[in-house]
Each structure stands twice: as C-alpha cells, then as structure tokens.
C-alpha cells in the first residue's frame, strides 16, 4: 500500500442494514481498489460481483498436539491456558479446539517438550478481480468458530496492494467485528432510523471509539423512523455522511443479485459523492 491509500472499514451494529450494498457499491464506484470481505460465517459481497475467481488456498490456526509418549500428566499445560482450552483426563491433557485460541502458552509451558504445534484449516481464503476492483474473501469452514485469524489472514492477504482497501466487516460488536475493524483508517457505520437500529449503532460507535478508530455515520432506508439517528450524530459529535431513502426499485435490484450503482443510474452518483465525502473524512482522521 503507498502511503496515500487508506483502509475504510464498513460495519454495522446488526445484520441487515445494508452494509454488504454499501461496501460493494462504493467498490464500484471507487476506481482501483481492493475490496475484503470479512463477514467470513456469510461472506456474500461476491454474489453482487462477477469475480474472476484465481487463487484459492486453506487458512489455518496452530493447534497444539500432545506427544502422548513424551507427556507425564504434569498439567503446566492446563494452567497456562487462559482459555480452559485443556482439561487433563486420566494424566493426558485433552485439548478443547473449539476453545482453543492457538496462543502457543501451553507450548512454551511444556516442561517436557510434549507439545508440538500443527495447523487446523478454519476455512479458505479466495481471491479474484472484478472490474477495478481486486477482490477477497474469506470462507469459514462449517461449524468452525475461529473468525478473527481468518479475517486477519484476509487482512493480510490485501497487505502489499496499492490501492484503498474497503473491507466488510461482520455484523455486530464482537471479537470479528472488532479484528475486521482494527487498524483501519476509518469506519463507516450503517444504521436504520429505528429503535433497534440506534441501540444497535450506540453499541458500534462505543467499540470504534474504544479502539480509536475514527467514524461516521450512514443512515439506510432513511425515511422507514424518526430523525433518531441525526439526533444521535448531532449530540456524538459523529459525521453524518449520508442518508439513502428506502427505494422499492432498489431492493429489487438488490434480490436479483445486481449492483445498484449499474441497476439505477441516480446510485452512480450517489456513491460516487459518498465515497469522495468518506476518504475526505478519513485523510482528515
Ligand atoms: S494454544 Fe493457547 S488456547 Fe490453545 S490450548 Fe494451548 S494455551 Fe490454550
Ligand atoms: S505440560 Fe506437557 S507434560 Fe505436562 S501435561 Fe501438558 S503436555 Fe503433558
């Protein structure tokens, strides 16, 4: 990445806000520009796009093997992890994947040297353009809960690009969203004039000011509440970036799968103006 090029991630507090239409349609508009999608448990930027689909390749976590011949029952290894990723049955340790972080402590604290460390496929990362835009995602294997180092592998799969990086962040609050979120230059968060929708946005923008991350606010649909959610910007001190009015003929073009911005000529514009007042914002951050 040159040193002008900015990472804007996009998030939001819930599911369903439109996130995903904003993220691929901004990548649209963008010009060269790489577009991450880490909603890893339900990527689905792709469905909007016809990737070129080129590498694919597993990610995995460090998981730790016992050598059941070298190991002595000591359970060192079950103290060192801050997890409760170990128990010991019948002096062996049995480790718990699913709560296993793949830290290593219990690796280093082997008085034995018992404990090798082997990778786990979580999932697979894939990668392909589309237009002008590099796109990747990651896909998390079924049942896998281990998000966060998949999307910082497809984090780090952007690393080297030289273009603005946009990346879909997982709904919600939690540990993904906070690691799609982290170290970006700017986060834009997507809400609806709801009740729901603003309770769902107060969480966000805590998390994003907790991480020092700074942000602005789009409202979608937003003519379906009240004015809450410029109340909310107005007493945060929080940009406002942009309201998008609900738009039947939209979400239509949204169930059949097709970019706004190539579906309704007005969206061109739209996204283009929103786009310019982010990356203002976010040189400004
Ligand atoms: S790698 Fe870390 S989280 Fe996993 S079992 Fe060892 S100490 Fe626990
Ligand atoms: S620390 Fe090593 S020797 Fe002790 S129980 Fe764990 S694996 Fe076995």
């Known amino acids: ?11 939001s507090g819930k599911g369903g806000t439109g996130k995903t239409t904003l993220a691929v349609n901004l990548a649209a508009v963008a010009g060269a520009v790489t577009l991450l999608d880490c909603d890893v448990e339900e990527p689905n930027d792709h469905l909007f796009l016809d990737v070129k689909w080129g590498e694919s390749r597993e990610a995995n976590v460090l998981f ?4 059941t011949n070298l190991c002595t029952g000591c359970g060192e290894c079950r103290k060192a992890c801050r997890f409760n990723a170990i128990v010991i049955l019948g002096k062996q340790p049995l480790v718990y994947p699913e709560l296993c972080h793949g830290c290593g402590a219990c690796f280093l604290a082997c008085p034995e ?9 979580v999932g697979v990362i894939e990668r392909g353009p589309f237009r002008d835009i590099e796109f990747i995602h990651g896909r998390l294997n079924i049942g896998e809960v281990k998000g966060p180092p998949l999307i910082n592998d497809v984090k780090e799969a952007a690393r080297g690009n030289d273009s603005h ?3 879909d962040a997982p709904p919600g609050t939690g540990c993904p969203t906070v690691e799609a979120v982290r170290n970006t230059d700017y986060c834009v968060l997507v809400t609806e004039p709801t009740p729901f929708g603003i309770h769902d946005l107060e969480a966000a923008a805590d998390m994003t000011r907790q991480m020092g991350v700074k942000h602005g606010v789009v409202v979608n649909r937003s003519d379906i509440g009240d004015d809450r959610a410029v109340r909310f910007c107005e007493e945060r001190g929080v940009t406002l970036l942009g309201q998008i009015p609900f738009d039947r ?7 059949r799968g097709e970019l706004l911005v190539d579906a ?6 739209l996204f283009s103006d929103l786009w310019q007042t982010i990356l203002k914002e976010a040189r400004n951050a």
Do not use: G, Q
């Open 64 to 67: 730790p093997r016992v050598d």
């Open 249 to 255: 003929k939209a979400a239509e073009a949204y169930s």
């Open 1 to 11: 990445m040159n040193n002008n090029s900015l990472v804007i991630s996009i998030a």
């Open 264 to 269: 309704l000529p007005k969206y061109k514009e």
């Open 165 to 167: 990086v946009i990346i």
């Open 113 to 121: 040297k018992a404990i090798t460390e082997v990778p786990r496929a």
